[in-house]
């Protein structure tokens, strides 16, 4: 799955994706809307990481999608 197809099954991956960062709040995910760039940013926030390790948790967890 590459983040094009993401942002178009958002709702179906709200769920894993909460599993996956149980930092991620409802709005979180609802400002997400699919765009991994805003994704690995709410993980920024929530978690305290950096930029590329954040980049490279959704990388992977998209990848495994």
């Keep these: 799955m590459n ?3 993401l942002k ?3 709702e179906q991956f709200t769920g894993d ?3 996956q960062w149980g930092k991620l709040t409802d709005d979180d995910i609802a400002v997400v809307e699919g765009d ?3 994704l690995a ?5 929530r ?3 950096d930029k590329e390790e954040a980049e ?3 990388k992977d967890w ?3 999608l």
């Design 17 to 19: 994706a909460k599993r």
């Design 36 to 38: 991994a760039d805003k």
């Design 3 to 5: 983040a094009t197809q």
């Design 41 to 45: 940013g709410k993980i920024r926030e």
């Design 8 to 10: 178009g099954k958002w």
């Design 56 to 58: 490279r948790e959704v």
């Design 62 to 64: 998209i990848d495994g």
């Design 47 to 49: 978690y305290g990481k």
